[in-house]
């Protein structure tokens, strides 16, 4: 079946700009997460999704910031006012429930220029 | 945030060699998972371990969850270049839902 799918892909953008990153879980995946992941680095937690329960937001590192989970399907992040320091990949990964497994999506790479 | 101690953070290896990797952690875990990621990709599921003791196989690769569940370990038997790539591996304990990972470790296949 269908994996997780992230568009775009890439995204180059000016300094200052916003941008919206988008996340397509697995159907029927109740729980879902966004990472970042900087040049050559680990995986750091953004916020986490779960049914309709309040997400997880205390990995955002600033108000720029937010996540929004529609429907308990699609998600997307935006990052306003961006700055070069929020160039990375960005990870969305979703699993079926609270403690199995996750499956991650290709990510965005994201250029702030 | 935290992460897990892994090992080697990177080898190099002849074709047809057996590789071996571990994570360490000072908490117990209930779950383990171990990933590969390659250049430009997300990371791809190998295996996920759900008890003590378990010792899982996936093609060439067996990855056991260490009997104190603070540890794992992946075997990759007989590499070839495709294995090529970074190895991840995450933990979760039970009753939370964020996975702590590994700092990964880069596996290289000289032909």
């Known amino acids: 079946g269908a994996g997780v799918s992230q568009s775009p892909s890439n995204k180059v953008t000016e300094k200052g700009k916003d941008v919206e990153l988008r996340c397509d879980p697995i159907s029927g995946h109740t729980a879902l997460y966004w990472y970042r992941q900087s040049l050559g680095q680990g995986l750091e937690f953004l916020i986490y999704f779960q049914g309709n329960s309040a997400p997880d937001k205390s990995g955002l590192p600033s108000d720029r910031f937010s996540a929004e989970r529609t429907g308990g399907s699609v998600s997307t992040l935006t990052i306003q006012r961006t700055q070069q320091e929020d160039s990375a990949v960005y990870l969305c990964?979703?699993?079926?429930?609270?403690?199995?497994?996750?499956?991650f999506g290709p990510g965005t790479r994201l250029t702030v220029t | 945030g935290q992460q897990l101690n892994q090992s080697p953070q990177s080898m190099f290896i002849q074709e047809g060699e057996d590789v071996s990797m571990n994570c360490t952690s000072s908490?117990?875990?209930?779950?383990w998972l171990w990933y590969k990621q390659d250049p430009g990709e997300g990371p791809v599921l190998l295996i996920a371990?759900?008890?003590?003791?378990e010792l899982t196989s996936n093609g060439r690769l067996t990855a056991q969850f260490g009997i104190t569940r603070k540890d794992s370990f992946l075997n990759i038997s007989a590499s070839i270049p495709s294995d090529v790539g970074i190895y991840f591996c995450a933990g979760l304990t039970s009753g939370t839902y964020k996975y702590i990972f590994g700092t990964g470790t880069r596996l290289k296949v000289l032909a």
């Open positions: 371990l759900y008890k003590a003791g």
């Open positions: 908490s117990i875990f209930n779950t």
């Open positions: 990964a979703s699993s079926l429930a609270q403690g199995h497994e996750q499956y």
